[in-house]
């Protein structure tokens, strides 16, 4: 028995190391990091490597991935710097990280911060191989405004961010009139997420140039889910949400914006508690969206939608390493109950910002038709 165990052990060790990945050294800075900050840094395999300048420090910890689950711990390298490369290949697209000093919690100098886990985290960048579809191009530019408007239900100013296509300002276009998605972020996050990490506007830039959708216009807002405790998403019901979304931002939007108004020119997607969201709102005011759009959010059942005639296109999607059947179920069997629906799957990404910008990039294609 010891010689069998030993011989195993020898084969799995062999196994390990041949199947150990040799780390290329041609780090390069994150296109995250604040201007002149050369850490953290990635390479062309998607490993990332942080410096942290922590003087008199015990233990320095980069935590990654939203709420801060997983690390790498980093090494004392002398004169208060610490470094470390994390210890395998990120998935592709955005990551929010942070950094534990001695069990305080603060974020990375050298990179930017973008609001997620219910705080301003710090961001990297793991360059995707299909990242041509958010890129930056010399194309036409929409806008993406920050309005205000005062909700009466919750006796405050609130805020959204209206992203108008490129075109909607110009003179000969004054007349015309665009369709709209309303689009919600993720638990922990607020109505920047969906502009700053998930690209939106380069996203629709990018489409409506190559002539692969017509323009309409997106409104992200705060969803209000972030007043419930992550592990309790369930005991959230959406109501006062829904009160803002559909009695005081639609009309908002309609009233100061040239939108098309009425149901089947107008849609609801969200990502995660997004979706959640999305499908509480969607399925009791079936009144108001004629598209719904779930992205690792879950998905409807042919029972849920109690007419089929209310709606005209249900989109869900997630991460390969999500629920990949769950959603591809639910598409078909939507379309056995006489609703049509698409799935989509993100080829080698989980519940994270590359997930939702491919997702993102499939659904609009489906919208407003």
Same mark, same amino acid.
């Given at each position: ?60 910890? #980069? ?57 301003? +985290? ?16 010399? #194309? ?35 007349? /015309? /009139? ?21 690209? +939106? ?10 002539? +692969? ?25 959406? /109501? ?111 519940? +994270? ?17």
């Amino acid at each position: 028995m010891k010689k069998s165990l030993f011989t195993i052990m020898a084969a799995m060790a062999f196994c390990l190391g041949a199947n150990a990945q040799e780390i290329k050294e041609d780090f390069k800075p994150s296109e995250l990091n604040q201007p002149g900050q050369e850490y953290p840094m990635v390479n062309s395999q998607g490993y990332a490597r942080f410096r942290i300048n922590a003087p008199g420090a015990a233990q320095v910890k #980069v935590s990654l991935g939203l709420g801060g689950q997983g690390g790498t711990t980093l090494k004392h390298m002398g004169d208060g710097i610490w470094e470390g490369t994390t210890a395998g290949p990120m998935d592709e697209g955005f990551h929010y990280y942070h950094v534990s000093i001695d069990g305080g919690i603060f974020n990375d100098p050298g990179t930017n911060n973008y609001y997620g886990s219910c705080r301003w +985290e710090s961001g990297i960048e793991i360059p995707a191989h299909d990242a041509d579809f958010y890129a930056e191009k010399n #194309v036409p530019h929409g806008n993406v405004q920050q309005v205000l408007f005062w909700s009466e239900s919750t006796k405050q100013l609130r805020r959204a961010f209206v992203y108008t296509p490129a075109g909607y300002g110009d003179a000969k276009n004054q007349k /015309k /009139k665009y369709p709209v998605l309303y689009l919600q972020h993720g638990w922990g996050e607020d109505e920047t997420a969906w502009s700053n990490q998930g690209h +939106e506007n380069l996203i629709m830039d990018n489409m409506i140039a190559a002539g +692969e959708i017509d323009p309409f216009i997106i409104v992200n807002t705060y969803g209000m889910c972030n007043e419930i405790k992550f592990g309790h998403m369930n005991d959230f019901d959406a /109501k006062d949400f829904e009160t803002v979304l559909c009695d005081e931002l639609i009309p908002y939007i309609d009233a100061n914006f040239r939108t098309k108004s009425d149901k089947w020119n107008r849609a609801m997607a969200g990502l995660s508690m997004g979706g959640f969201t999305t499908t509480l709102v969607t399925l009791r005011r079936t009144e108001m969206f004629g598209y719904y759009g779930l992205l690792s959010g879950g998905s409807y059942t042919p029972e849920a939608i109690k007419d089929p005639k209310q709606v005209k296109h249900i989109f869900v999607s997630c991460g390969s390493k999500e629920n990949p059947d769950g959603v591809i179920k639910s598409a078909e069997a939507l379309n056995a109950a006489g609703v049509k629906a698409t799935s989509f799957v993100s080829e080698g990404t989980a519940h +994270e910002f590359l997930t939702w910008r491919r997702a993102l990039k499939a659904m609009a294609p489906l919208l407003f038709k």
